[in-house]
């Protein structure tokens, strides 16, 4: 599979109407047993906060948090947040948290941004943003999270990869996620990925974010919710049913195998 050569400085693919995508996740969902909430809004856009309870009982059930939207350039993951919904095939034992777009506004006008220009997967430190200080008020009103998951595509990459957070040393999952998704996306072997090293398609940041002026999402994630979580990221210049099937593909394995201490 070749790259389709369309991303030159920027995003030049496939976009999606914003608006039907989530109309049509929460109207799969709620019937399936999750619950919604809006933890803020964006313009004209209510931002949502789906969750699943575990259906079967367990006294100490594993919490997952999947997030995507971010960013308006990057279509596959509300498309693949919609796939995970339609497919229910959600572990029994696992509570579920999914915010399936975090910049709704950002998707109408097919740009990184929010509306008033400001990257919001940078803003998770000095927050500058109405929407990211929505969802840091949400995140504080959450119990701790046992596995994050954030969706994400990039431009630039020539293939999948991802990026591991896991200061504990617990047993990872970024091996078995680059193995599902080599079946159905092309991975980036690059030694150098945005400009971090990397191995087989994984980066392992070795810095506290406390060092970091501006944080991502997945920063204020592993410093205040969570002790493990990973970034996937799906090459935008490849199909965008490739994108979506790698972003499938990725989540529905670390949720496969992910057995917390």
Same mark, same amino acid.
């Given at each position: 599979?070749?790259?389709?050569g369309k991303?030159?400085?920027?995003?030049?693919?496939?976009?999606?109407?914003?608006?039907?995508?989530?109309?049509?996740?929460?109207?799969?969902?709620?019937?399936?047993?999750?619950?919604?909430?809006?933890?803020?809004?964006?313009?004209?856009?209510?931002?949502?906060?789906?969750?699943? %309870? +575990? =259906?079967?009982?367990?006294?100490?059930?594993?919490?997952?948090?999947? @997030?995507? #939207?971010?960013?308006?350039? $990057?279509?596959?993951?509300?498309?693949?947040?919609?796939?995970?919904v339609?497919?229910?095939?959600?572990?029994?034992?696992?509570?579920?948290?999914?915010?399936?777009?975090?910049?709704?506004?950002?998707?109408?006008?097919?740009?990184?941004?929010?509306?008033?220009?400001?990257?919001?997967?940078?803003d998770?430190?000095?927050?500058?943003?109405?929407?990211?200080?929505?969802?840091?008020?949400?995140?504080?009103?959450? %119990? +701790? =999270?046992?596995?994050?998951?954030?969706?994400?595509?990039?431009?630039? @990459?020539? #293939?999948?990869?991802?990026? $591991?957070?896991?200061?504990?040393?617990?047993?990872?999952l970024?091996?078995?996620?680059?193995?599902?998704?080599?079946?159905?996306?092309p991975?980036?072997?690059s030694?150098?990925?945005?400009?971090?090293?990397?191995?087989?398609?994984?980066?392992?940041?070795?810095?506290?974010?406390?060092?970091?002026?501006?944080?991502a999402?997945?920063?204020?994630l592993?410093?205040?919710?969570?002790?493990?979580?990973?970034?996937?990221?799906?090459?935008s210049d490849?199909p965008?049913?490739?994108?979506?099937?790698?972003?499938?593909?990725?989540?529905?394995?670390?949720?496969?195998?992910?057995n917390?201490i």
């Amino acid at each position: 599979m070749e790259r389709l050569g369309k991303n030159h400085g920027g995003y030049h693919g496939e976009t999606i109407d914003i608006r039907a995508v989530l109309r049509e996740i929460e109207a799969t969902a709620l019937p399936l047993g999750w619950t919604a909430e809006t933890f803020g809004k964006q313009g004209e856009f209510n931002l949502p906060a789906l969750h699943r %309870p +575990p =259906i079967r009982a367990a006294r100490l059930a594993p919490r997952i948090y999947l @997030s995507t #939207g971010i960013h308006g350039d $990057e279509p596959a993951g509300p498309l693949a947040a919609l796939r995970l919904v339609q497919e229910n095939r959600w572990p029994e034992n696992l509570e579920i948290f999914l915010l399936p777009c975090l910049n709704p506004t950002g998707f109408t006008l097919n740009r990184r941004e929010n509306p008033g220009g400001i990257d919001l997967n940078r803003d998770y430190r000095n927050t500058q943003s109405a929407e990211v200080l929505a969802h840091i008020a949400w995140l504080e009103r959450q %119990p +701790p =999270i046992d596995l994050y998951l954030c969706l994400h595509e990039d431009w630039e @990459s020539h #293939g999948f990869y991802l990026y $591991e957070q896991n200061p504990d040393g617990r047993p990872s999952l970024a091996e078995k996620i680059i193995e599902a998704v080599q079946k159905v996306c092309p991975i980036d072997r690059s030694e150098i990925i945005e400009d971090r090293p990397a191995q087989n398609g994984i980066i392992r940041p070795n810095l506290d974010p406390r060092t970091r002026p501006q944080w991502a999402e997945a920063f204020y994630l592993i410093v205040h919710k969570s002790r493990q979580g990973y970034t996937l990221e799906a090459p935008s210049d490849f199909p965008l049913s490739t994108r979506v099937q790698a972003l499938v593909a990725g989540v529905s394995t670390a949720l496969e195998v992910f057995n917390p201490i």
